[in-house]
């Protein structure tokens, strides 16, 4: 899982309540993400941000909402306004943003709705 | 739908045999990436291959890319127990990050 972290690994969250996936990173990266999985599926880009202070929505950002004010952390709320959000969530960095630039993982959080 | 789709889903092969997956994709491509996933992990590059390429070493890997019939070939070649995971490939459509797709990936167990 390289220099990427993900907390907490499993989150609870009951209908109607938003919750924050936390990420960092000390690789210096520029670019980070975030995607979606479900079971037996690919992944799903939810945001991404290219550089600080700046993102931008992926292929499926309602009711995703997130924040880049420092360059290590990309934190993703799920809010009420997503009707399914039981999934694993995958944070991911790279150096830069062309296509040609590998992307390192972390750990992953698991959110259940009850 | 899917760019890439990983074929078979799932493969099961005994130790020390080589195991091979495929990935098909539907547009053109600037480059072509393989990932691995322990359960319940992060993603782990594996190795990328460009549109102008067509053999990747990289190990015990050995990546194809055959852009005339839109699809890539992962062999694992004297498989171990460390190797069970599911694989995924993802293609890069156009120039930035935003435009990369995953597959759903191969599952490969390897039996001792």
């Known amino acids: 899982d390289g220099g990427i972290t993900q907390s907490p690994k499993y989150l609870f969250r009951k209908e109607g309540q938003n919750v924050t996936l936390s990420c960092e990173q000390n690789?210096?990266?520029?670019?980070m993400y975030w995607y979606r999985q479900d079971p037996g599926q690919g992944l799903r880009l939810i945001y991404y941000s290219q550089i600080v202070n700046d993102f931008q929505k992926g292929d499926i950002a309602e009711g995703y909402s997130v924040s880049r004010e420092k360059k290590e952390s990309f934190p993703l709320t799920v809010t009420s306004a997503q009707k399914n959000p039981t999934a694993f969530y995958l944070c991911a960095s790279s150096i830069g943003w062309g296509v040609d630039n590998e992307q390192f993982f972390g750990p992953g959080t698991r959110l259940t709705v009850l | 739908s899917q760019q890439g789709e990983e074929d078979p889903q799932a493969l099961s092969i005994q130790e020390g045999e080589n195991a091979t997956m495929n990935c098909s994709y539907k547009t053109s491509i600037n480059n072509l990436q393989w990932y691995r996933q322990n359960s319940g992990r992060g993603l782990v590059h594996l190795i990328l291959i460009r549109s102008n390429e067509r053999e990747k070493h990289s190990g015990r890997l050995r990546v194809t890319l055959d852009t005339s019939k839109k699809s890539s070939s992962l062999l694992i070649t004297a498989s171990r127990a460390a190797d069970t995971a599911s694989y995924f490939c993802a293609t890069a459509r156009g120039s930035s990050a935003s435009k990369i797709i995953f597959g759903s990936g191969t599952r490969l167990s390897i039996r001792p």
């Open positions: 690789l210096n990266h520029d670019a």
